[in-house]
């Protein structure tokens, strides 16, 4: 609206708005936007009342959420199930207020805590309100952090998990990222009890605004909370890296990969991605090659953004269905359910 009203670029845009919700920021300090919440479930079983304020021990996620009409969709519950089957805790915390009774029930049978909240902060903003109504993390082993932006998983997460605790490091992720400054993808990314007791991490989340801009979000907080860790001396790790993409991106180009005199739509995709590399220009790489993170990395999931908005045009996302059923068990249809219901004016 503002580009079309003025003529602004799209970086004197995302100044502006940087701007506006800085000084939003500054008003903020609110303690927590949670309205109501429930006891759910512990591997089937119903929880005393009184375990509401109980402090969680072992392996623990919080699970962020939002959807307009209420509703959590079958894949939700689908990668809820297999957090809990990974031996998870799962605090579900939602930023809609009029989650269904259906969804709650449902919810209910897998969650051991279940927030909701007011939609303030985003996704941040609910791990913070979760993070604090968990109480002492003395006792967490592992904490997770996930939200509803991920299809799949399409394996089993346990392995995925074991993977993770090879790496180096006190906290982790599946994929990461140097847009803005260096940084692990905060869609799914685990801490250990180093992490969580650093005065750095406490320090982090009490720090949290409640503001409502995806920009403002990823600047401050998803970027924010890697540099954070990284300079108090914590290391992350990665199971995907950048750098690893970064070369079968370079070894498919001098193997030949773009030896046509006429490319087709996926060879000029990876001369795009070959030449941001060669220039050292940072960029979605894992949304570029998502079809290769599942087929060749055991990547778990399809950031459902792609499905959404496909900002980085990756080629071929249309033949999802194929990939999946291809390479493993995964109900296509989980997927394709939510699609109907939520996509307009698009086709995938």
């Not at 090879?166 to 599946?174: K, P």
């Not at 503001?211 to 990284?230: K, T």
């Amino acid at each position: 609206m503002l580009r079309r009203l003025w003529g602004l670029s799209v970086k004197a845009v995302q100044r502006l708005e940087m701007a506006v919700a800085s000084l939003i920021a500054l008003g903020r300090r609110r303690g927590s936007y949670i309205v109501d919440r429930r006891v759910g479930a512990d591997n089937g079983e119903p929880i005393d009342g009184a375990a509401i304020g109980a402090p969680l021990t072992g392996n623990v996620c919080v699970f962020a959420h939002f959807d307009r009409r209420g509703e959590v969709h079958d894949y939700v519950l689908h990668y809820l199930k297999c957090l809990r089957d990974a031996g998870f805790k799962i605090v579900f915390v939602s930023n809609a207020t009029n989650l269904q009774p259906l969804a709650i029930a449902d919810v209910s049978a897998v969650a051991q805590l279940m927030l909701l909240r007011k939609n303030a902060g985003g996704y941040f903003g609910a791990y913070k309100d979760a993070i604090t109504a968990i109480g002492g993390l003395g006792d967490i082993d592992l904490l997770l952090l996930a939200n509803d932006s991920l299809y799949g998983p399409f394996w089993g997460l346990s392995d995925i998990f074991r993977r993770m605790a090879a790496l180096r490091g006190q906290f982790w992720a599946l994929t990461d990222n140097w847009q803005r400054a260096y940084h692990l993808d905060s869609d799914f990314m685990l801490f250990g009890r180093e992490a969580i007791a650093h005065p750095a991490f406490g320090r982090f989340w009490r720090g949290v605004r409640y503001v409502n801009s995806r920009n403002y979000e990823f600047r401050q907080y998803e970027v924010g909370l890697s540099q954070v860790l990284f300079r108090a001396g914590l290391r992350g790790g990665v199971l995907c890296s950048y750098r690893d993409l970064s070369r079968v991106v370079i070894d498919a180009v001098r193997n030949g990969a773009l030896n046509s005199e006429k490319l087709d739509e996926c060879q000029e995709h990876l001369r795009d991605a070959y030449e941001l590399v060669q220039k050292g220009k940072p960029f979605d790489i894992s949304a570029y090659l998502w079809d290769y993170l599942v087929a060749q990395m055991s990547y778990p999931f399809i950031k459902r953004e792609l499905f959404q908005r496909n900002r980085v045009i990756a080629p071929y996302i249309s033949h999802w269905h194929s990939i999946v059923a291809r390479e493993s068990d995964y109900d296509p249809d989980l997927i394709v359910r939510h699609l109907e219901a939520t996509l307009k004016n698009r086709f995938t």
